[in-house]
């Protein structure tokens, strides 16, 4: 995907999603991991450029972020109509496994921090992991001190497991990852890494 074409989606999409949205205050806290990848891939870019793969996949999942923000996880109009609960925010938790296991693979690969697969896949999971148990415990610290938007940024939906069930997701999300798209990741690592960087 072209950079300009990545960019003017992450541009509607966040444009979109900041009008009128559930609350700004949930809005900023849902939309601000997305932001901040923005600004590391834009500083990044030219020194460490990653696979179109990892790109898209950090724009997907950046539009989840962004569509978040705009209900609340708890509130995403489709979802709502598939069962019980919203599992919007699931889908958001799998993501959250699932994109940062590709990301962090390529970092370990690129830079040689691990040559083993098996060791890189092990490794990779438990990254991803230990990521889902920090945003949680973000998650708690934010709803601690601002009582008002608690609910609708942790998505409990009166589900007292809702923790462990998204840390859950990411865990499936991480593997579904590394089994689904590590040939594909392979051949463009290879393809990037024989080609002189800028």
């Known amino acids: 995907m072209q950079r300009n074409l990545w960019l003017f989606i992450f541009s509607a999409v966040l444009l979109w999603s900041a009008i009128y949205p559930h609350s700004y205050l949930i809005w900023t806290l849902e939309v601000s991991p997305a932001l901040f990848a923005l600004l590391i891939l834009a500083v990044s870019r030219r020194r460490f450029p990653l696979t179109p793969l990892v790109y898209q996949l950090i724009l997907v999942h950046a539009v989840i972020l962004m569509i978040g923000g705009h209900y609340t996880y708890a509130e995403v109009p489709l979802f709502e109509q598939l069962s019980e609960r919203n599992n919007f925010d699931k889908l958001a938790h799998f993501g959250q496994g699932f994109v940062p296991a590709l990301v962090t693979r390529e970092i370990l690969l690129r830079l040689k921090v691990i040559t083993s697969q098996r060791w890189c896949a092990f490794i990779v ?51 579904c990852g590394l089994l689904w798209l590590s040939r594909l990741h392979d051949l463009q690592l290879r393809k990037l890494m024989n080609r002189p960087l800028n």
Do not use: N, P, R
């Open 125 to 175: 999971v438990s990254i991803c992991l230990a990521i889902s148990a920090f945003y949680e415990l973000i998650e708690w610290q934010l709803a601690v001190l601002s009582e008002e938007a608690a609910e609708d940024f942790l998505s409990l939906q009166g589900y007292v497991w809702d923790t462990q069930a998204d840390m859950a997701c990411a865990l499936v999300g991480a593997i």
